[in-house]
């Protein structure tokens, strides 16, 4: 596609439940970024990926939290035993490079009841 | 720790009025910098960028922004806004050589244009 794409577009679960929160980048792009980004703050990082590798998970806040890529294009956010404190937008974005610019899918908004 | 600050939480002007939201960066080292725009109900994108060379960048939209090393600022600025400019504005810094492959971002201007 054109964009980067990501599903759901909107999640509510409840309390303990597992969600999985899907990217798609942009065909090519090496570097992937997650960031989760609460009400009235700006993106906080969580994770990189160039290729199929995981290079930093040092912004993922729990060992709740689980993200891969295993054929280096689509990556999957995986959040277990969801949390109140989990609810945000989970961006996803990719790049060409490392330090390039950024392009953002539309996000998933994520509610846990 | 590294990190951004956008002074601006909130911004209401009236179209035509001359626009500056400020930002600043806590990294010694190499860094690139950003401004993303988030219009209402759409997905976050590039406003404009610094990489290196001339520190005043030009770029959507009328937009510029200046980066001031010994400031370790990166403001952004536009002459006459219009309402079409309301949306939220986030400054992001990717540090280099840091170890880190981050980009931090700020806590975001919303911009408010009255017609």
């Known amino acids: 596609g054109a964009g980067v794409s990501q599903s759901p577009r909107y999640k509510v679960a409840k309390r303990g439940q597992d969600v999985a929160l899907r990217c798609d980048p942009i065909s090519g792009h090496v570097s992937l970024f997650w960031y989760q980004q609460a009400l009235g703050q700006g993106p906080e990082f969580l994770t990189y990926?160039?290729?199929?590798?995981?290079?930093?998970k040092s912004g993922l806040p729990s060992d709740r939290f689980f993200a891969e890529r295993p054929e280096g294009s689509v990556s999957t956010l995986k959040i277990q035993r969801t949390q109140q404190e989990d609810s945000a937008v989970y961006l996803c974005?990719?790049?060409?490079?490392?330090?390039?610019?950024?392009?953002f899918g539309e996000g998933s908004r994520l509610t846990v009841l | 720790a590294q990190s951004v600050s956008q002074h601006n939480h909130h911004v209401i002007l009236s179209e035509a009025a001359s626009l500056e939201l400020g930002c600043n960066y806590s990294?010694?080292?190499?860094?690139?910098l950003f401004w993303y725009v988030q219009y209402p109900g759409q997905h976050l994108q590039l406003l404009l960028k610094y990489f290196s060379g001339d520190p005043l960048v030009k770029g959507i939209k009328g937009f510029e922004a200046e980066f001031i090393k010994s400031k370790f600022s990166f403001n952004l600025r536009k002459p006459s806004v219009q309402w079409s400019d309301t949306a939220e504005y986030f400054c992001a810094v990717s540090p280099l050589n840091s170890g880190t492959y981050k980009y931090i971002f700020g806590t975001g201007t919303r911009l408010k244009v009255l017609a």
């Open positions: 974005a990719s790049s060409l490079e490392r330090t390039g610019e950024l392009f």
């Open positions: 990926f160039q290729n199929e590798a995981q290079l930093d």
């Open positions: 990294y010694g080292g190499t860094v690139n």
